[in-house]
């Protein structure tokens, strides 16, 4: 494969100037460090009330149109401007009704709005901020089409909407950020009107029936046109960089992750593009979510690892081939963990944040990773690392100190000398948009009348899915078929309908699987039905497909329940969005304790999924609700997803991450080494030289001096380093000769300096070396009277 694209010089942001070390900051020193209590006594699993502001800068409802990157985009057209005066918000109003509606959009003008959110450059001086945001992501918004020498196809990408709906507003005028989104294309697909292998080298053709070796033994044997891959040349590239800025708004820069590059023709070769996915999705996705793969013999691990790294790295190519100084990157979710010591790693002082999307495990849990030390120490590169609620950041700073050793605290975690802040920022949905598209649209008026007229004079309860074991379909039928079990009084005046969507994580995955959790959900609805249903009517209706828009919004709009049983998930839009379509209904939402949204939403009846009893009992309760309990907890709810939504969101995330900036100063951190290529130089230098510390790295420090004894490990290892005639390894330590030579005087290769360098006993020899006798100390007279003067004035110190 051929090299990665140029680099430009890598600039850096001027050092903020701070009397403080990071490390003695009050949020560090005023706290023990015990990671797994919460300080101010909260619950371990719900994180606190924020006090984040919510307030946001602009209107949601009248403002200008971002780039429409998806079913459920930031913004919609913009219909008319905002009124400066109550004079001006009057004119044209043709009744009551619409006077008053004018008149509440008028901005308040009591408001003050936070200078960060109108002039971050402003408000943060000292950061020499740049104005501009990049924020990389696993994939582009899009599903992308080829077809060579055409224009390329763009196709919305499902899920992450909220994710994409924060890019959206970083991208308009709304947001005083300039705004540039870093993505990989995902499988790049070959559109129907493109000639098939067109841009493939033509084969002859091999008859099935014929042998398998050419009968004149010259011919070459053909091979099959799928391996020769799909060959996008520079022309084509460039017309997808154009056209993504072109028709949609919003600078997009795609990552091109190829298995070669055709240097001849200058074309991208891609072949097996599903391999970039394996890592993140088979390992990191399943012990994330508290699951474990079968045990295998690590060989495909390990090339899913070097093929996570190599992504991670082109990420990085790719960021700095557009990085200026003073520019915040922001990476997102689990794909991209390395990402943040990669780039910490060339360039010292780059303003990096990070926001997992998916939960944090455990320790006990965690530690089971084979690459646990690399994926923490990578995600530690960046200045701050966003969780989606309180349990998630404590485990993470948890694992910090139990497996890399490091200092934490609920403030962050100290690692490579500077402070890593940890902060807990719930993600919400674009909630002006989703009211609009539920209650604007006559389509989805029709819809609800069609759905209600299937279930006259019945209680509907609504779950929207993906086929995967941490979303709980299972539990929720099982809890289901409990409560009709339990309560006869509701049979055959309650039904369930469930839609069931493929899941997005597809690396590595079985057909098997898939077809064995459809099947266990097939036979519980079977089950149901035979036993609670009747010629008349089904108890759970079942539909396992994609929705569209219209559907979609009229299910969650005639819901009488909104049903989530997650037993493990980071974040749940669903969950919002069924608050925002419930605003007339006002439909109770049942919610388990382990989706993501459950701290937020604590109007919601929580529930444990894996108590079918405790889930049956809340569906009565919530069928069982007075219209007046209904409207409390929905008021409750909505208040929450209005104010806390996905700009909101955004905003707090940059203005926090800027707080972190200016208040703790990582410009002299030192970042992990990239041990991919130190292993790399090592293998290719002829000669080496290591120089070692005693206290505080090969042993750690502690409070009594001789009990800091090396560990078997590490006298291993230093024995091989130091047994290579390439290697030339010393110990450099303020301790004596006689300690050095109790521990280490063993190792004949060593090199030992005892005292600050004042001795010296090189490798192979027994003598002890007393440099001091060589030199000229008469320095020391003049220092003892300057001592003996400072001494003799501050009596007692």
């Known amino acids: 494969m051929a090299p990665p694209a140029t680099r430009p010089s890598q600039g850096s942001p001027e050092p903020v100037e701070d009397d403080t070390h990071p490390a003695l900051h009050p ?458 079990d339990r309560y006869p009084q509701w049979r055959d005046k309650v039904v369930l309908v469930q839609v069931t969507s493929p899941s997005s994580v597809q690396a590595d995955k079985k057909p098997e699987d898939d077809e064995r959790m459809a099947n266990k959900i097939s036979d519980l609805v079977a089950r149901i039905n035979g036993t609670y249903g009747s010629l008349s009517f089904t108890p759970v209706r079942h539909f396992p497909q994609y929705l569209n828009k219209e559907e979609y919004f009229a299910l969650l709009r005639l819901a009488d329940v909104g049903l989530i049983t997650s037993v493990r998930d980071g974040m749940n839009t669903t969950s919002l969005e069924y608050v925002i379509c419930q605003k007339e209904n006002h439909g109770p939402l049942i919610l388990s304790e382990f989706s993501g949204t459950a701290g937020s939403l604590s109007g919601a009846l929580h529930i444990n999924p894996w108590d079918t009893a405790g889930v049956a009992e809340a569906i009565n309760e919530a069928l069982n609700m007075t219209p007046r309990q209904r409207e409390e907890q929905h008021t409750k709810l909505y208040k929450h997803v209005v104010a806390n939504n996905v700009q909101a969101w955004t905003n707090n995330f940059l203005k926090r991450l800027m707080t972190n900036l200016s208040s703790f100063d990582q410009s002299f951190a030192t970042p992990a080494l990239d041990r991919a290529k130190l292993l790399f130089q090592y293998r290719q230098a002829k000669k080496r030289v290591f120089m070692f510390d005693y206290d505080g790295t090969l042993t750690p420090i502690v409070k009594d001096p001789q009990a800091a004894i090396p560990s078997d490990r590490v006298i291993r290892t230093l024995k091989t380093l130091a047994a290579d005639p390439n290697n030339n390894v010393w110990i450099i330590s303020g301790r004596d000769q006689a300690f050095l030579d109790e521990w280490m005087g063993h190792i004949a290769e060593l090199g030992l300096s005892a005292e600050h360098g004042s001795f010296m006993r090189h490798p192979r020899t027994e003598t002890w070396e007393n440099l001091t006798e060589k030199s000229d100390m008469n320095w020391q007279s003049e220092v003892m009277e300057i001592f003996q003067h400072y001494t003799e004035r501050t009596q007692g110190q």
């Not at 023990?32 to 619950?43: D, E, K, Q, W």
């Not at 994180?47 to 403002?63: C, G, H, I, R």
């Open 27 to 484: 949020s560090v020193t005023n706290v023990p460090v015990t990671p797994g209590v919460h300080l101010a006594g909260h619950s371990a699993y719900f994180e606190p009330e924020s006090d984040q502001n919510t307030k946001l800068p602009f209107d949601p409802e009248n403002v200008t149109p971002g780039p429409q990157w998806n079913a459920n985009s930031y913004f919609a057209p913009k219909e008319e401007a905002q009124a400066g005066s109550p004079t001006e918000a009057a004119a044209g109003a043709r009744s009551g009704e619409e006077l008053l509606r004018k008149l509440s959009v008028i901005k308040d003008p009591t408001f003050k709005q936070d200078l960060a959110d109108v002039d971050p450059r402003a408000a943060h001086p000292a950061l020499n901020l740049s104005g501009r945001v990049i924020s990389a992501t696993f994939a582009v918004p899009y599903n992308l089409g080829y077809s060579p020498g055409n224009d390329w196809e763009l196709n919305p990408r499902r899920g992450t909407s909220a994710l994409f709906d924060s890019f959206s507003y970083l991208a308009s005028s709304s947001s005083p950020w300039n705004h540039t989104l870093v993505g990989w294309t995902g499988e790049v697909k070959e559109t129907p009107g493109a000639k098939a292998g067109a841009n493939i080298a033509l084969q002859p053709t091999l008859n099935k029936a014929s042998a398998p070796v050419p009968v004149d033994g010259k011919t070459p044997l053909p091979h099959n046109l799928q391996d020769h891959g799909l060959h996008i040349g520079r022309e084509d590239r460039d017309r997808l960089e154009k056209q993504l800025e072109r028709d949609h708004g919003g600078k997009i820069v795609p990552v091109w992750l190829v298995d070669e590059w055709d240097e001849k023709n200058d074309e991208a070769v891609l072949k097996d593009q599903g391999r970039w996915r394996k890592y993140a999705e088979h390992e990191l996705y399943t012990l994330l979510h508290y699951k474990q793969n079968e045990p295998a013999d690590g060989r495909a691990a390990r090339k899913s690892w070097a093929d996570y790294y190599r992504m991670n790295k082109l990420f990085a190519d790719r960021i700095l081939e557009i990085y200026k100084p003073g520019d915040i990157i922001n990476i997102h979710d689990f794909y991209l963990l390395l990402l943040p010591s990669l780039l910490r790693q060339r360039l010292p002082n780059v303003y990096v944040g990070f926001f997992l999307h998916v939960p944090f495990p455990s320790s006990e849990f965690y530690r089971c990773l084979s690459r646990r030390k690399e994926i923490l120490e990578g995600v530690l590169g960046a200045n701050m690392i966003g969780f989606q609620s309180f349990s998630y950041s404590r485990h993470f700073s948890s694992c910090c100190t139990r497996i890399l050793g490091f200092d934490s605290s609920s403030a962050g975690v100290d690692a490579y000398g500077a402070h890593v802040a940890v902060d807990v920022f719930p993600i919400g949905i674009n909630a002006a948009s989703t009211q609009r598209q539920a209650f604007g649209d006559p389509v989805i008026e029709e819809k609800i009348k069609g759905i209600r007229a299937m279930y006259p004079d019945k209680k509907i309860i609504v779950g929207r899915d993906r086929l995967d074991a941490a979303r709980g379909v299972a539990q929720k039928l099982e809890a289901f078929e409990m409560f009709l």
